[in-house]
């Protein structure tokens, strides 16, 4: 450690911040990419007439990515070192991007997705290590501020650059987007970045174990996102998800007791602010991502906004975070770390609770509002979080943590966004059953919006034989847009109850850290 502090002191302070930005536009291309595509996503249906649960994967596909890639983080850091596994991993990032932007059918554009992803989980956790090794011990919350600008940042202001291009252009410059970013990052990345660290080793990777956890992310995720579709009590869905179990189980005495170097050390568990901070990171993944992927959908489908206008309403809270991010650091270096944490997290479920109060009535303000205090109580969050559960780690230890920290963060949301679309859909056909069985003639509501409808249509002109068939029209699509919107409500409210949960494990990161 003191060979550690001495290299971080002998470091100028124009070298830190050189090394800072380098690092950040890696992170940025990363998130950028991970979260765009969700303003794209109808569009990108129209053009290849995919399915919902095809054009799930361009979203949960990536996060499914991400989330493996970040395993190997401690590997390629050990045996490539920084330098060269920044650059390689925006290089390949690049070829990915440009791939979807070309992609002639959905194969290709859900590969150049996943491809993305990977790359996307070697660079975020390789930003939080760096910054955190660059930084003096009091300045490494004010780190975790700056890498949690992007890590935020990017998905509020992603959707309303995204949609300005796909309204301008078309979804395919989605992906060029990235490009100059990209290109700049492997131009810095080659000139700033640290090498390979002295006396790093040549650790082998836990290709079995990686492999099986591979396998259990495949079938979880298959089983989750096809369950709508061939029946949650289909042969072929509990057999996935049975298998994902038994994989689970297997991957976790493999790496106890099989892996002579383990692919994640369970031993770092037994730090238990580490472990409740992780549990803390993969809850916040299941209600984040989910509460991303929805706005952009609730914004175009209940609301009639456009693309612009679906990624503007997160403007609001973008430009807040630019002051909540540096604060939040300062937090986390001077308090301790569940304190924020539990005040963003609070703040964040009321604020889901609030949205699923919202309706076709709702105005872009209202929204944006809400959106606005959701984003500042998770701006608190981050920064504290990241510093927190890495503070109480060793230096041998940093490499996988940072990994670990992401990975659980990532998991949670790519089975938080299949999960919630899930239950949307369920939720939307169970609200159509109900509302379809209170339509009847007994109804007096129902039987006055038809008289009022066919009273419309003769206005205009319609033929009598068809005011009474189109006044039946009218009501079923006002009754699917009513299924639709309290479906969103209960989504919603979804994440509202996850975030109350994740506060019991954010308060013990103090319990824990206190004995």
């Not at 050189?18 to 969700?38: C, E, F, K, Q, Y």
């Not at 660059?134 to 300045?139: A, K, R």
């Not at 807040?320 to 986390?332: D, I, K, M, N, S």
Request: with cysteine.
């Amino acid at each position: 450690m003191a060979a550690v502090n001495a290299e971080v002191e002998a470091m100028s302070v124009s070298q830190r911040w050189i090394i800072t930005v380098t690092v950040m536009l890696g992170a940025l291309s990363a998130v950028l990419a991970t979260t765009i595509i969700n303003v794209a996503i109808p569009q990108i249906q129209g053009a290849f007439g995919m399915s919902q649960d095809h054009a799930q994967w361009l979203f949960s596909g990536t996060l499914a990515a991400v989330t493996a890639a970040m395993m190997l983080n401690a590997w390629l850091l050990d045996r490539f070192g920084q330098r060269n596994v920044f650059v390689g991993a925006l290089v390949l990032f690049l070829a990915a991007s440009i791939m979807g932007g070309f992609a002639p059918n959905e194969s290709v554009l859900i590969a150049a997705r996943i491809a993305q992803g990977a790359m996307a989980g070697i660079l975020q956790p390789l930003a939080m290590y760096t910054l955190f090794r660059i930084f003096p011990v009091d300045q490494r919350g004010q780190a975790m501020g700056i890498y949690g600008i992007g890590i935020v940042l990017a998905p509020v202001f992603g959707p309303w650059v995204g949609g300005m291009l796909i309204d301008a252009f078309d979804w395919r410059y989605v992906f060029f987007m990235m490009t100059p970013i990209s290109i700049i990052g492997i131009m810095a990345g080659i000139l700033y970045m640290p090498g390979r660290e002295a006396g790093a080793g040549n650790t082998r990777l836990d290709w079995l174990g990686f492999l099986i956890m591979l396998t259990f992310m495949g079938c979880l995720l298959l089983g989750l996102s096809n369950g709508q579709r061939e029946g949650w009590g289909s042969s072929y869905i509990l057999g996935l998800l049975g298998s994902a179990a038994v994989l689970l189980v297997v991957f976790l005495i493999w790496e106890a007791r099989g892996a002579a170097h383990p692919l994640m050390d369970l031993r770092i568990f037994s730090n238990r602010r580490f472990a409740a901070a992780s549990a803390v990171a993969f809850t916040i993944g299941l209600g984040l991502f989910g509460f991303t992927y929805l706005v952009p959908q609730f914004a175009q489908t209940i609301q009639s906004f456009t693309p612009t206008d679906s990624g503007l309403i997160m403007m609001p809270g973008g430009l807040a975070l630019v002051v909540v991010f540096p604060l939040a650091g300062r937090l986390g270096d001077r308090l301790p770390p569940h304190q924020p944490v539990f005040a963003g997290l609070f703040g964040f479920a009321v604020c889901a609770f609030l949205m699923s109060r919202l309706d076709v009535n709702s105005s872009f303000w209202q929204i944006a509002m809400l959106i606005l205090f959701g984003w500042v109580s998770i701006g608190f969050v981050n920064p504290p979080l990241n510093a927190g559960a890495l503070r109480s780690l060793s230096a041998e230890q940093l490499g996988q943590g940072s990994g670990l920290i992401n990975f659980f963060r990532q998991l949670g949301g790519a089975i938080g966004v299949n999960l919630l679309t899930v239950m949307v859909d369920r939720r939307t056909l169970f609200h159509s059953d109900v509302l379809t069985e209170w339509q009847s003639s007994a109804n007096q509501a129902t039987a006055e919006f038809l008289r009022l409808s066919r009273s419309l249509l003769a206005q205009g002109g319609a033929p009598e034989g068809l005011q009474q068939s189109g006044a039946l029209d009218y009501l079923g699509k006002v009754v699917a847009a009513q299924a639709s919107t309290m479906g969103f409500q209960d989504g919603f409210m979804i994440v509202a109850v996850l975030f109350s949960i994740t506060l019991i494990p954010a308060w013990a990161m103090g319990v824990v850290g206190r004995r």
